[in-house]
């Protein structure tokens, strides 16, 4: 109940294509969804996040889909670029506890 | 970048010793956070604290011990390193007002 699913685990996209990355919870008690960014050596940092009240939200070039019957929800990337390669972790938060998928390796082809 | 830092930034030691890493912010945030990273798991919980001296386990917390004498300083002990313990370490913290977690640049643990 705890988990939350992350796919795929690595991902290669041209320039300027648009990656998806899909993550699965089971727990109706979370209410924060945030996806965080990772490059190499470097902690993670929040790139975009979105309450469950909400089904899209937009930063840039970052879109987070959210489907709540399906107690599932997306990052979109769009016009993605070389420096947008990096890890990205979905996560789902209830009560200041943040449960991580396992991270999808994106890599951006020039 | 908020501000946390943790260190060392890398270690390695040997199996059956004992090992401290230390995180320390200067944000006075009320949460603090020891996840290890590990490739294909993602970030795991060890423990975390909510208060001075109020501390949790996480999911993978046998083997790991924590302590919070001080808002700013959160350390992590291994009592007696294993090699199963080779890991990224990362600290991270969140305020109580916000979810949002802020990470430290993270510990290279190598155990041999």
């Known amino acids: 109940q705890q988990q939350v699913k992350q796919s795929p685990q690595s991902l290669i996209v041209q320039k300027g294509g648009i990656p998806i990355i899909n993550c699965a919870y089971e727990?109706?008690?979370?209410?924060?969804f945030p996806w965080y960014q990772q490059f190499p050596g470097k902690g993670p940092a929040l790139l975009i996040a979105?309450?469950?009240d909400v089904s899209e939200k937009k930063e840039g070039r970052f879109t987070i889909s959210f489907n709540k019957s399906a107690k599932q929800f997306s990052l979109h990337i769009m016009d993605s670029q070389p420096g947008d390669s990096a890890t990205y972790f979905c996560?789902?938060?209830?009560?200041?506890?943040?449960?991580w998928g396992a991270g999808t390796k994106l890599i951006i082809k020039p | 970048d908020a501000g946390i830092t943790q260190s060392p930034r890398h270690k390695v030691t040997e199996t059956g010793t004992p090992v401290t890493l230390r995180c320390h912010q200067t944000?006075?945030?009320?949460?603090m956070y020891w996840y290890r990273q590990d490739p294909g798991h993602g970030l795991r919980l060890i423990h975390y604290s909510y208060g001075v001296k109020d501390t949790d386990k996480g999911e993978v917390s046998d083997g790991y011990s924590v302590s919070r004498s001080k808002t700013e300083d959160f350390l992590l002990t291994l009592e007696s390193a294993t090699s199963s313990q080779t890991s990224v370490y990362f600290c991270?913290?969140?305020?109580?007002?916000?979810?949002?977690?802020?990470f430290g640049q993270g510990t290279r643990l190598t155990v041999v």
């Open positions: 979105i309450r469950p």
């Open positions: 991270a913290i969140m305020s109580g007002g916000t979810t949002e977690a802020f």
């Open positions: 727990n109706t008690a979370f209410d924060y």
């Open positions: 996560a789902a938060s209830s009560n200041y506890q943040l449960i």
């Open positions: 944000e006075n945030h009320r949460y």
